[in-house]
């Protein structure tokens, strides 16, 4: 909790993301080269899927932080609704976007590495299934919060992650059901216990990057949502000015 | 009387005088289920498996394109600001008013199944259980449709966007909904589905009602 109170005054934020912006994103970018580099020449293929697995290591942890943004959206939103601290809102409004930007990557790369596999772009799959209801979920927030001013806006936006926050296992674990009810032929997947550490290193290599990329836009977000908020704060009225024309 | 029963009363009544504008969700489901009838070919063969997800559609739909009437009239006409000048807490209006959604636009459309499910040859045992499913089904679908309308209520036109916001929410209820109704010639009401719809209804009052009436709240300060 101690971390959370120090970060929520706007000024101290702005201090301690003055260091962290650019360091998560040089680290974002260093980890994207390693990783790229481990990932798309330094591991070995698979013997089934030839090179269709390197799309592995752009899926995996797309759909990591598809979910690690959710979450964050809805602990931050949990932190705007009990103490209404106003930059945990502009923390869950950062995250939304690229986390459904991540979501939809999820979706794309996996159709792609499917189309190979399985010979199909989609399939109803149970694990597809709650990234598409997932995507929904980002969309149905991301709208909200354009319905009403900012103020109002945050704490609905707050409302709705939450209850999506509660709904997402049921809805995982609803589909998965649905899905081994009809269609008992499941697809394979890629057994993830017995893969080697060639695979695993430029896995987490790839992972960390993401995960930086994802810090990196959220806080370039939060800025981006304070300066915006001074601006507005600052806006100067402008003087009334009155016509009188000649009757 | 109680606030919430003073409520439920009034909207009946309101619903009544409203020249049968309460009936509108029905005459809705009537035209989507004759559609796709039309539009599937018309062959009660193909259209006995497909009956009960589309009934089943055609309720959700018809409940989401009155979500008008939980909130937002009232909100607009000042209804819901005396509510609060008489110190009826969000929770109460929110309980209130979710009821009578229920009771005014939703239990027709349940009540009417019989009818509509001859446009597709659907057999009694059928029948019975899809209209038992829907009948537990009944707090979840009001709930979550009530939990869009109160995050919607204070904008004036929210149509896309209740159907974006809610049907994530009730996807676990649709796959649990149509199971069971399929089921329900097998297994009777004992099947596993009932029991997790039932679940599922339960934990929309937990989480639904609470989040209503906090987005009513939120809009109210506003």
Redesign the interface.
């Known amino acids: 909790m101690g971390i959370i109170s120090y970060l929520a005054n706007p000024a101290r934020f702005l201090r301690f993301s003055k260091i962290a912006t650019p360091l998560f994103g040089w680290l974002a970018i260093i980890g994207l080269g390693i990783g790229l580099y481990l990932s798309l020449i330094g591991s070995p293929l698979e013997e089934e899927q030839g090179h269709t697995v390197r799309i592995m290591y752009v899926h995996v942890p797309a759909a990591w932080c598809a979910m690690a943004a959710y979450t964050g959206i809805a602990l931050a939103s949990l932190i705007s609704?009990v103490w209404r601290h106003s930059l945990a809102d502009s923390a869950a409004r950062a995250l939304a976007i690229p986390g459904a930007v991540f979501t939809a990557l999820t979706l794309i790369t996996g159709s792609l590495w499917g189309r190979p596999d399985w010979g199909t772009w989609w399939q109803w799959d149970g694990r597809m299934t709650s990234v598409l209801?997932l995507l929904?979920?980002y969309?149905?927030y991301i709208?909200?919060w354009n319905?009403?001013?900012r103020?109002?806006a945050a704490?609905?936006a707050a409302?709705?992650a939450?209850?999506?926050w509660?709904?997402i296992p049921?809805?995982k674990y609803?589909?998965e059901?649905?899905n081994t009810?009809h269609q008992p032929a499941t697809v394979s997947k890629l057994s993830a216990p017995s893969a080697t550490a060639e695979i695993l290193w430029p896995l987490m290599v790839m992972g960390l990057a993401y995960t930086f990329l994802l810090g990196w836009m959220a806080l370039r977000g939060i800025e981006a949502e304070l300066v915006a908020l001074k601006a507005a704060r600052n806006t100067p009225h402008s003087p009334a000015t009155v016509t009188i024309e000649p009757a | 009387m109680s606030p919430v029963a003073e409520i439920i009363k009034r909207d009946i009544k309101l619903a009544a005088r409203s020249g049968g504008a309460w009936s509108y969700g029905l005459v809705f489901m009537a035209f989507f289920l004759a559609l796709c009838a039309i539009a599937l070919g018309g062959k009660l063969q193909t259209l006995k498996d497909l009956s009960i997800p589309l009934i089943w559609l055609s309720i959700l739909f018809a409940s989401l394109l009155s979500i008008s009437h939980i909130f937002r009239q009232d909100m607009e006409d000042g209804t819901m600001a005396q509510f609060k000048l008489a110190r009826l807490s969000s929770m109460t209006i929110a309980s209130a008013k979710t009821l009578s959604f229920a009771l005014i636009y939703l239990l027709p459309l349940i009540l009417t199944t019989p009818i509509w499910s001859q446009f597709f040859g659907l057999g009694s045992a059928e029948l019975v259980g899809l209209c038992l499913a829907l009948l537990i089904a009944l707090p979840a679908i009001a709930i979550y449709v009530a939990?869009s309308g109160a995050?919607?209520c204070?904008?004036q036109s929210?149509g896309f966007?209740a159907i974006?916001?809610t049907?994530?929410?009730l996807?676990?209820t649709l796959?649990?909904g149509i199971?069971a109704a399929q089921n329900f010639s097998d297994a009777g009401i004992a099947a596993m589905e009932f029991r997790i719809l039932a679940g599922?209804s339960f934990?929309s009052i937990a989480?639904?009602l609470p989040?209503s009436a906090?987005?009513l709240s939120?809009?109210l300060?506003?």
């Open positions: 609704f209801v929904f979920i969309i149905g709208a909200i319905i009403a001013e103020k109002i704490r609905l409302i709705l939450m209850v999506g509660i709904n049921i809805i609803s589909v059901w649905w009810l | 939990v995050l919607l204070a904008k929210g966007l974006i916001l049907a994530p929410l996807i676990p796959i649990f199971a599922l934990i989480i639904g989040a906090a987005a939120a809009n300060e506003g």
